[in-house]
């Protein structure tokens, strides 16, 4: 690749990428509203909703850390297979 075709392509993973992340937080968010937003009386969070909140988000997060870890170990293993053949 020349100089502007890797611009041009790095320019499009970062889109892609950051297309990525905001799907991941609107299903998170979503998610988590849903779950846990119940009482619409009021504009502000009660104490337990934002409590759920949170505890929700700290699941999610790290459920998604725990797949990207698991995907780097299989990753790695796939590529050390590949090269002892």
Not at 32 to 47: E, I, P, Q, Y
């Amino acid at each position: 690749l020349n100089k502007q075709e890797e611009t041009l392509l790095q320019q499009r993973l970062q889109k892609r990428q950051m297309k990525e992340f905001l799907t991941i937080y609107s299903n998170l968010v979503d998610s988590c509203f849903s779950s846990c937003v119940d009482d619409f009386t009021s504009k502000t969070l009660a104490s337990r909703e934002s409590g759920c909140i949170s505890r929700c988000i700290q699941k999610q997060m790290a459920a998604q850390q725990r797949v990207g870890e698991r995907f780097q170990e299989l990753n790695a293993e796939m590529t050390a297979k590949m090269q002892s053949q």
